[in-house]
């Protein structure tokens, strides 16, 4: 099996070189990955204290940051280095101030691996929750470096646990302590004889948290407002879009502000999008006096969403109606906010508990859509019964962060 990993690893990188000729976003991957090494060597010392942080992308590191920025307060004499696996973490992520270097991790060879690791000689290692590579874990345990992996949330259906899948399962055992955000995820590891598991729940929980300490005023969207029902549509796609613009579009009721904010922060999508919508619709980029007389505001810009929600009166958070995968729905969430999400949420453990509870609602079609619409924009009282529910449920599950750390002793 391994020989077959690493024949696929390879191929793999041939193939994506390939393709990185005609795709933006992977040729970025693959010229940062050809500079990790040079990185590395220019900014670690043999003598130096390293702590690395690994994320898979821009969500991971979101989940991951309450623990990164809380290690790199407790260890301020410590090199904080922080990886990404896709361009869409690093270009997003690249000056974050939670590290002293940021950089792609190379891709998982052997040789890649010994060669990073000879580098970086870490004190302590943390990935956060799926990003398993078995040739840097088989390292990482032969020379007995610390290891943890966050937030992880396990499945029955992965390679970890199938017949074929023993060279993945071993790599599991590199971490030195694997902390799940749920029993199921426990009793699976427990399932393959791994035993050092802790059920501390998701940072995520902390990470959104936290963002009610902090100023969320935009003084652009509080204008756009202007104190009138505001409805955010966050994290959208392609196929949230067609749900999004038929309900604008045959909305009896005025004086409604629509917020959306894309995940893809495309010009060219940006702009078709908004010649779809009839009426008054300006972007972020417009000047004040454009925003204010607009009913319709499209987000052009990348950072703002998780201050956004804190002017939301309902919140729809794509990613749900379509193959791609539900977005943060704790976003809105912590700031009291009800939530409609699309059908497919059931590989989300938070989407599940709270369409459970009553604070998030799925619909999947217009219908359904515009009938919940009209249900929430004309009942205050469904509107804080709902967003009650959601902001409570995010205050009882918050507590990931203490765990972690309390843990980890360097």
């Known amino acids: 099996m391994k020989l077959f990993y690493n024949l696929g690893i390879y191929l793999a990188s041939l193939l994506v070189k390939l393709l990185a000729l005609f795709n933006d976003k992977l040729k970025k991957g693959v010229t940062g990955r050809a500079d990790t090494f040079q990185i590395l060597d220019s900014n670690i010392n043999r003598d130096d204290k390293t702590i690395w942080f690994h994320c898979a992308s821009l969500g991971e590191y979101e989940q991951g940051l309450p623990v990164f920025k809380a290690i ?20 997003i992520r690249k000056n974050a101030n939670v590290a002293d270097i940021v950089a792609y991790l190379p891709l998982d060879t052997p040789n890649n691996a010994k060669r990073f690791l000879d580098l970086v000689h870490p ?24 290891a943890i992996l966050i937030s992880a949330l396990l499945r029955k259906d992965h390679i970890y646990f199938k017949w074929y899948g023993k060279f993945m399962r071993q790599a599991l055992f590199g971490f030195e302590h694997i902390f799940v955000q749920d029993q199921g995820s426990k009793a699976l590891l427990e ?7 802790t059920v ?20 652009e969207i509080k ?13 959208t796609w392609p196929e949230d879009d067609h749900l999004i613009i038929n309900y604008i579009h045959t909305s009896s009721v005025e004086d409604i502000k629509y917020i959306i904010a894309p995940h893809s922060i495309n010009n060219i999508y940006i702009n078709e999008l908004k010649h779809k919508i009839e009426g008054e619709v300006c972007l972020f980029s417009d000047s004040l006096s454009v925003m204010k007389g607009a009913s ?10 998780s201050k956004i929600y804190s002017y939301a009166d309902i919140a ?11 977005h943060n729905i704790l976003e809105p969430a912590v700031f009291g906010v009800p939530i409609i999400i699309g059908p497919r949420y059931h590989n989300f453990p938070e989407a599940i508990a709270l369409v459970q509870r009553g604070g998030v609602v799925s619909i999947h079609d217009n219908e359904s859509f515009e009938q919940l619409m009209t249900h929430l924009i004309s009942s205050m009282e469904a509107r804080q019964e709902k ?24």
Not at 296 to 305: A, C, D, H, T
Request: charged residues 20%; proline residues 2%; hydrophobic residues 40%.
């Open 123 to 146: 004190e302590l290692i943390v990935f956060v929750k799926y990003d398993v590579w078995p040739n840097y874990l088989e390292v990482i345990k032969k020379r007995k470096y610390r």
């Open 191 to 197: 399932s393959i004889n791994y035993h050092s598991v």
């Open 72 to 91: 790199r307060k407790q260890y301020r004499n410590h090199n904080i280095l922080l990886t990404f696996f896709s361009p869409s973490g690093y270009e």
């Open 316 to 326: 729809y958070v794509g990613g749900a109606m379509g193959k791609t995968g539900l």
């Open 296 to 305: 319709v505001l499209i987000i052009n810009n990348i950072g703002l969403l």
């Open 387 to 410: 967003g009650h529910i959601n902001k409570s449920f995010v205050e009882e599950n918050k507590g990931a962060l203490i765990q972690i750390l309390d843990y980890i002793r360097i």
């Open 200 to 219: 501390s729940g998701d940072t995520r929980f902390d990470r959104v948290s936290a963002q009610l300490s902090l100023d969320n005023t935009i003084p």
């Open 223 to 235: 204008s756009f407002k202007d104190d009138k029902l505001c409805i955010v549509f966050g994290s």
